[in-house]
């Protein structure tokens, strides 16, 4: 088995070598990663400037692109003789749960593996008090065994967020709602210009029950399956429905 | 009425121009846009660094950062007083249909406004020979017209993307499928460094019935409704039956 | 003649149009000059990516790069069949003096011509209550035309700097000095990390007699013959009647 | 002793290593270096944004900036309660020699410590076959020390550059000058594209008697002492004398 292991974080944060080392036993653990933190670039490809790939050791790559770029560069470039049979992004530092994961580089990441037909995870270590990677590190192995083995429907991943404290088990959830809460903080540099800082306030969830936010909440690890179509179907036929009263006159 | 308008393509390019023009017979039109060329960002938010908003004219604003950071300020300072009624994002420089439109800044922009609970619009210009920003400007009037007497369902926004010539009318699609290409160009900088380029050959789409792809090939402008969650509710259901088999042992 | 016109303010600043209005009834005037803002980027030039070239009018580019670049673009690429007699880079928003001029975008796009062998002047506005670029720009045609008429010695440049009121007449001068003050800023950003700003409280010049920061505080525009050698020849001589005494053994 | 070292490599380079290393006996090294390559950006200051600092370990800093930003936040913030004895720039992957020390972040690092009014040395590796960086450090420590012990005149630091093999000994010397060869190549990107490479073709010295460029071709390390203030004192002098001709009409 080969696995590509990617992540947001960059290739020298402590979340991906836990991962790397976690998966060793499961196959042949190849790394292309950023150089340096992506957060929240999302699914950011780099398509106006050439991109440079580093080998750093055996099976280990650093790329000063994005995430994504990362998982493109992993399977057509360096594993392209024999593409993976796996990608796993992670372990991202913070959780990456509900409506966030739209920013989320680490599970772009994983989606860019969904859009080239390979099955993938993404995983997210929550953040809190005493919280270590090594739980995380052990999920994955296990959900990445089972992934190996039973396979994932095209065009799907799992989104994997373990709690802080050691997980009491795993839930399959949803997507949780996020509240919106002031999103904008004024700031003045030290020059007397104005800028503006997106994000002040910590998220405020709203405890829907089965979501993702709800399961860590109570201390379990929350594996939340994703899929790439985000076409709405119910809204879809219902405009189909009353499609005449759309028409564009011509 | 009060309409955001933004895109990826960057405060100057013509569509964002035909497109605030378009819309100005429907209300007030405001626009926050990027300085520069932002596409394939996605849904990046700028957090490690603060932003900077420039007044340019009466409600014209420039911002050095994302899309997504741009509706962001437009919602949440610029326009915080009084909200928009719609975000409209585009008129974008070229497709964003089927699995691309995880890659687009465009749509990022608008599914930005979905998560803060403004009704949205994405509108993209497919390219061709002798193609004109005018009818997608026509076309993003009417159904912005439409949008704000009828509303969208909640963390829903419409996807549309107009043919290079004439449209023949309205289609209601689903996000098609691109099928997997050669993605990663060698090349050799002017110092003999290896470097590599994403994406090199188009684009093959599969022809599946109902697809944006479809429409567009045959000439109609497709309307695709997307949802902001992308949890995969089959298969969130089939997990949840076998969920023990996926248990970890403590 | 032909004159090419730069900045590190960006193609849209002010200060670029009043200086290229100015010097058209000398000679043809070209402007290429970055696409945003790229103040206090120095001599920087983008080796590791390729550079995007965008023709905006007749004779009008930008360039997706720093002040060199444009230069480089300028005199290599965009007028290669027949090179500027002069190139003129400002006029800077801010003055550009004493040691501040090593990290100034607006000197680096002068030097760079001078590198390339083409007479150069660099004009900054000194910033002030009611200033305004139109004295600058007359300042800027004098010095202009006469630079054409007189030519300047090999590896040398003139860097300008205008005061915010209406200029008394030109002075000779040479780079003052600023006294060293406290340079960087803690900050907090809205989550919490720790950040520094570079630059906080105002620059300190010392009075020295014949400075450019004196004839500005004065009421003058200073001029400033700069030079591309950097060797200081004092020290070299006194290194080389010493050189035993620093031989490295074998 | 203390002693301040970056470079514009960045920290996880080679060259940097082993001139810490081959510094350790002369006083406590500390270094605060980019966290990823800079290479010609010159003398850049970040002021746009705020910086941030990481430890990676005792006396071992991190900053995602430049070579400037990390000599200025290690004298003002790192090292602010005892400031260095001596900044050391490099070692550099590569010459820093004639004009195209204006380019260079490894001599502008230098120039920012002779800024604030310690005394600097940058060192360069010219790049050959079987080069190796320990001879490079062996010079380093040698200059290091004297400098230390002599100190320098205010205002002036050392530039270093040693030749891929093993020196044959130390050679004071001047800037050399480089002979226009062609700047720019065209290059078409994956979608067709037009786009530009700075800096084609190998730079072509002038081989005047005492430069930098004739030293390390004979196999000796050049030192060149260099001057911060880059006033052409002969051209003010001219000026001075002929002032009146160059008067502005009121």
């Known amino acids: 088995m080969r696995i590509l292991v990617s992540n947001d974080d960059g290739y020298h944060s402590e979340g991906i070598h836990v991962l790397a080392d976690a998966l060793e036993t ?45 998982v493109t560069l992993g399977i057509c470039q360096v594993m392209k003789e024999h593409p993976p049979d796996l ?80 997980p009491k088990g795993l839930r399959f959830t949803r997507l949780g709602k996020r509240r919106y809460t002031e999103g904008v903080v004024e700031d003045t540099d030290p020059r007397g210009r104005v800028c503006y800082w997106i994000g002040g306030g910590d998220p405020v969830w709203e405890p829907l029950p089965g979501s993702d936010f709800l399961a860590v909440a109570e201390g379990y690890t929350s594996v939340t399956p994703l899929q790439l179509d985000m076409t709405h179907e119910g809204l879809l036929l219902s405009l189909l429905q009353d499609a005449a009263s759309w028409d564009l006159p011509a």
Chains 1, 2, 3, 4 share one sequence.
């Open 26 to 70: 499961l196959g042949e653990v190849w790394v292309v990663a950023p150089d340096r933190e992506n957060s929240a670039v999302s699914h950011a490809l780099t398509l106006h400037r050439p991109l440079r790939l580093t080998r750093l050791s055996e099976r280990r790559y650093a790329v000063d692109g994005t995430p994504t770029d990362c």
């Open 87 to 166: 990608v796993v992004s992670g372990i991202n530092f913070g959780a990456n749960m509900g409506d966030d994961v739209h920013y989320s580089g680490t599970v772009s990441a994983a989606f860019e593996a969904a859009i080239m037909g390979i099955p993938a995870i993404a995983v997210s270590q929550v953040l809190g008090e005493h919280f270590s990677f090594v739980p995380a590190g052990r999920v994955a192995r296990h959900l990445a065994a089972l992934v190996l083995e039973r396979g994932l429907p095209k065009g799907t991943l799992l989104n994997v967020n373990v709690p802080p404290r050691p």
